[in-house]
């Protein structure tokens, strides 16, 4: 746990930078601890998931997939979603925490 | 690595999807149960039977399964006498279809509680995916 704080160091200093390279973000393999890029893949992987998901539900609709696709690709969106909000969540309440510190 | 979890509702996903082409099967065997021939002495409806196979994933590297081949009973027809029957031969004898509806039934139910196996594996692997993911909810 004490060695995640020093991340949050990275995570500061390297969101201004971040937006810069959003565009180049690659595997998790070679990410090193940057959370920020973690979480962009995330977030990538979550909507790529969501639009998955919708796309097999209109085709679904259209009569094109089974039932069982429709329900194996949105409930694949709704995990890969609520993961990501459930680690947003925890590293909102963790930057809260930080600014709550008495100096 | 696919994540253990993923897998399973994958894997079951595939045993779903084989069982429900097994219970098209058994629906066209239950449906055609009577379906004779057109033309005098011709061959009835031939009972179909399917089978399943190991299927590795390559992406994942996890064994599904998949349907096999869709074959057909080449076991011998029944005889009737029905001489009104288009399909009747000189001696007024019919083929019936080699489908009994015993066997169907015995293979639909079959499949019928394979396929909630599947689907209780796929119910509790959500289960547990969310019960642990709300460890990072609660504190």
Redesign the interface.
């Known amino acids: 746990m004490i060695g995640a704080i020093p991340l949050v160091g990275t995570i500061v200093g390297t969101s201004a930078a971040q937006a810069a390279t959003n565009a180049s973000v690659t595997t998790a393999t070679n990410a090193v601890g940057d959370f920020g890029q973690m979480m962009t893949q995330v977030v990538t992987d979550a909507m790529s998931k969501m639009r998955t998901g919708e796309a097999t539900a209109i085709s679904g609709l259209q009569g094109k997939a089974t039932v069982q696709q429709v329900v194996e690709a949105v409930s694949d969106a709704q995990g890969s979603l609520q993961t990501a909000l459930a680690v947003r969540d925890k590293a909102v309440s963790a930057y809260q925490e930080i600014t709550r510190m008495t100096i | 690595m696919i994540d253990p979890l993923?897998a399973s509702?994958k894997i079951a996903?595939s045993g779903?999807?084989a069982q429900?082409s097994r219970l098209r099967v058994v629906a066209e065997n239950m449906a055609n149960a009577q379906s004779t021939g057109k033309t005098p002495g011709s061959n009835p409806y031939r009972r179909k039977t399917i089978t399943f196979e190991n299927e590795l994933d390559r992406t994942t590297g996890v064994s599904l399964v998949k349907v096999g081949r869709v074959g057909v009973d080449s076991s011998t027809f029944k005889t009737e006498h029905d001489p009104s029957n288009p399909a009747a031969d000189a001696q007024g004898m019919v083929k019936l279809p080699n489908v009994n509806i015993l066997f169907e039934m015995a293979d639909l139910r079959e499949a019928n509680r394979s396929y909630e196996a599947n689907l209780q594996v796929v119910k509790e692997t959500?289960d547990l995916?969310?019960m642990t993911?709300d460890l990072?909810?609660s504190s």
């Open positions: 993923d509702i996903g779903i999807e429900s959500r995916f969310s993911l990072l909810k």
